[in-house]
């Protein structure tokens, strides 16, 4: 089975600007989660989707967003770029939502750099 | 609420030494616990899991035991390798929640 990817993997954007970084999940997963990895503030939980919905949502600020299609493939954007918001940015999959025992899955991550 | 306290790094060990790194967690029901390991470079990857109180899990040599009475889930290796440097973090997750992650624990194997 193919693992999570994310396009793009690197990324350099200028303060104002706007992003949009893509995630496909491991097929038959339907919960796919978006974290924000910086040396600071360590691994940051976004949010999370399942079935095209919204079901959990971290602390960040509304410029922050994110779906997920049918196909269980899901976006996030920023908008509006912060030079702070440069990161990696990290998805997972996972097979369900709610089971505590389901693990999930992370993919490679999107290094985004503001300038 | 939930969270993950683990072990401030980094940890430096010569080869074939004990690794411990500790994690504590503090959660309203009865989770999942797990430790994933990141490689410069790339992304998160499961280590090991354990599901309920008393439950051990193990792989590549790491273990952890759940131990509910200390809300503790320690990583432990006998004997480590060089190619073990990496982050570890220590997670959990409850029934209908989002993922908990500790901050990180490096640690560098030197030969």
């Known amino acids: 089975k193919a693992g999570v990817t994310q396009t793009p993997r690197y990324l350099i954007k200028t303060r104002g600007q706007q992003v949009t970084l893509s995630c496909s999940p491991i097929s038959g997963h339907r919960s796919v989660s978006w974290y924000q990895q910086t040396p600071g503030q360590g691994l940051q939980f976004l949010f999370e989707?399942?079935?095209?919905?919204?079901?959990n949502k971290g602390n960040f600020p509304g410029r922050f967003s994110g779906r997920q299609f049918s196909n269980s493939r899901s976006e996030m954007n920023v908008s509006t770029l912060e030079l702070g918001d440069s990161a990696l940015y990290l998805c997972?999959?996972?097979?369900?939502?709610?089971?505590?025992?389901?693990?999930?899955?992370f993919g490679p991550g999107t290094r985004l750099t503001v300038t | 609420g939930n969270s993950v306290t683990q072990m401030e790094g980094p940890v430096t060990l010569s080869e074939e030494a004990f690794l411990t790194i500790n994690c504590t967690y503090t959660a309203t029901g009865y989770p999942s616990l797990f430790w994933y390991v990141q490689y410069p470079g790339e992304g998160l990857q499961l280590l090991l899991k354990?599901?309920?109180?008393?439950d051990k899990g193990s792989n590549k040599g790491f273990e952890a035991t759940y131990r509910k009475e200390t809300t503790s889930f320690h990583l432990e290796k006998g004997s480590v390798q060089v190619s073990d440097s990496a982050v570890y973090f220590c997670?959990?997750?409850?029934?209908?929640?989002?993922?908990?992650f500790g901050t990180g624990t490096s640690l560098t194997v030197i030969p």
């Open positions: 989707y399942f079935s095209e919905t919204q079901r």
């Open positions: 354990a599901t309920k109180a008393d």
């Open positions: 997972a999959s996972s097979l369900a939502s709610t089971g505590a025992s389901y693990e999930q899955y």
């Open positions: 997670a959990l997750r409850e029934t209908g929640n989002q993922f908990y």
